[in-house]
């Protein structure tokens, strides 16, 4: 068991692969409007997006993929054509993203 939990053990300052890499969600809702996404970032700098948005009782969900990138702090992320760079951060099992705008989401470890 010790050399299985140091094989999947992994912290920020590992050189063999990115901490952002796994997957992520995060969940809001405010007066009947409920929104989950779950965001999933592959060691292949490919990524998928699941999100789903329920209203007054309706549900509509959307899957997208999107390719990824790190640089130091930032994220750059391209999803049908358009391209966002934000900051992140990683911080035990919470992901913050500041998007370009200055929009903040955390998402959590899954």
Same mark, same amino acid.
């Given at each position: 068991y010790r050399a299985l939990s140091a @094989?999947?053990?992994c912290s920020d300052d590992s050189d063999d692969g990115n901490?952002?890499?796994g997957t992520w969600e995060l969940s809001e809702s405010a007066e009947g409007l409920e929104v989950s996404l779950e965001a999933t970032f592959?060691?292949?700098n490919k990524g998928t997006l699941l999100a789903t948005i329920s209203l007054l009782g309706e549900t509509? @969900?959307?899957n997208s993929?999107?390719?990824w990138s790190t640089d130091?702090?930032?994220l750059t992320m391209t999803m049908e054509?358009?391209?966002e760079v934000s900051t992140y951060s990683i911080s035990g099992n919470k992901l913050t993203i500041t998007d370009s705008e200055g929009s903040v989401?955390?998402?959590t470890r899954v």
């Open positions: @094989t999947i053990a901490p952002i890499v592959n060691d292949n509509a @969900t959307e993929s999107f390719t130091g702090d930032q054509g358009e391209t989401s955390v998402l």
